[in-house]
């Protein structure tokens, strides 16, 4: 008698830590959403590429996405590269600033200032030259604030992908 009630203690045990486990936590709930918020901005202003590029992301990789500043290029210029799907993170994050700003809070960045991209090793130069003028690399912002609808992730869209030197010759990423 002891011995199946403690192998139903035990089975009962399994079960509900199994259950606990695969509900999802408040973190990944929230995060989930503001995904799907700032994708649905983003399709909201024609740019399906890289809202295409964060689903993709999202199902491939642990990779949590929330506080973020997307730099989001325009369709025609995601067309004329070609991204390894093994190099699809890099690539996203290297569009990115693990900050949520604002096109207000950009353009109080000084011509100059260096940010880290949300990739190792690769750094956003800011070229300031105002509300019509405002470069992050070799892109220019086109349409600022696209993500209005998720709390942690912004975006602003580019007329071209970031430049980072040779680090996109023969496609690579």
């Known amino acids: 008698m002891g011995i199946i009630m403690s192998t139903n203690l035990v089975l009962v045990s ?3 830590f199994s259950v606990i486990s695969a509900v999802p936590t408040m973190s990944q709930t ?10 649905g901005d983003m399709r909201a202003q024609s740019f399906y590429g890289f809202a295409i590029l964060l689903q993709m992301l999202n199902a491939t990789t642990q990779l949590t ?11 025609p210029q995601l067309s004329n590269i070609s991204i390894p799907t093994d190099h699809l993170e890099s ?19 000084p011509t100059g200032s260096i940010v880290p991209s949300g ?9 300031n030259h105002g509300r019509g003028h405002f470069l992050v690399n070799n892109a220019a912002v086109t349409i600022p604030n696209v993500c209005s609808s998720s709390g942690g992730i912004k975006c602003h869209g580019i007329d071209k992908v970031i430049d980072y030197g040779n680090a996109y010759d023969n496609h690579n990423v």
């Open 65 to 75: 996405l929330r506080d973020i500043t997307f730099f989001i290029p325009l369709d």
């Open 30 to 39: 929230l995060n989930h959403t503001n995904l799907l918020a700032a994708v």
């Open 91 to 109: 690539f996203v994050l290297s569009h990115s600033i693990v900050m949520p700003l604002q096109f207000s809070d950009l353009i109080r960045f």
């Open 14 to 16: 399994l079960l509900f």
């Open 119 to 127: 990739y190792r090793n690769r750094m956003i130069r800011i070229h």
